[in-house]
């Protein structure tokens, strides 16, 4: 399970007040949920034997297989980390420094559905392996992307100057711009990173 949720996505989701990270992974054998406020990492890796059990300590009227438990599930959380919320479901959390329980109330066959992901924080081998190493891969992809671009902006401009030196002109004057200066570029970039980190 945890190697398949390697290959999902991170989905930002409200819950109430809240915004997460999130990523989930399901299986007729059980599923693994990793959630994250990026203060801490919580997860939670359950197998058929403990959805049974809390099944039945949550709903005690409904009688269903496992597999189908696993299938609703799967089929309220997709739309959750999808940005699509559906008013016949609803979802709440708690979260402390031990854990963290995303609750889940919805219906299902016309009668009263609820379940409860019960996280504890997440091993700092897994964060590692979820989180940082693809950050910091993403981070140096796009520090190469934004040093590619500014070489490729960089030999425009000079290649622009070079057609004005000689006599070529615009025909549209909207299409003027000003040279690209890598500094204020890197400069204005790192002031918005710095507000967004803050």
């Known amino acids: 399970l945890e190697s398949s949720l390697l290959t999902q996505p991170w989905a930002s989701v409200c819950i109430g007040e809240s915004t997460f990270l999130a990523k989930v992974c399901f299986r007729d054998t059980g599923y693994i949920l990793l959630v994250s ?56 959390c708690h979260h402390t420094a ?33 989180l940082v190493r693809p950050l910091i ?27 004005r030196e000689n006599g070529a002109s615009l025909s549209r004057d909207r299409l003027w711009t000003e040279p690209f200066q890598e500094e204020r570029f890197q400069q204005n970039f790192m002031a918005e990173v710095r507000s967004r980190a803050t």
């Open 37 to 92: 406020n990026l203060s801490g990492v919580w997860y939670e890796s359950a197998g058929t034997e403990t959805v049974g059990q809390r099944s039945k300590e949550l709903n005690k009227r409904l009688t269903v297989q496992v597999s189908s438990f696993l299938h609703r599930l799967r089929n309220l959380m997709c739309p959750l980390l999808a940005g699509q919320l559906d008013t016949a479901t609803s979802f709440s």
């Open 137 to 163: 891969w993403m981070s140096l992809a796009l520090q190469y992307k934004v040093q590619e671009l500014t070489s490729l902006l960089l030999k425009k401009d000079a290649e622009i100057e070079d057609y």
């Open 98 to 130: 031990g854990g963290f329980t995303l609750h889940v109330k919805s219906e299902l066959s016309g009668l009263p559905f609820y379940w409860d992901f019960c996280c504890c924080p997440a091993p700092m081998e897994m964060v590692s392996r979820h």
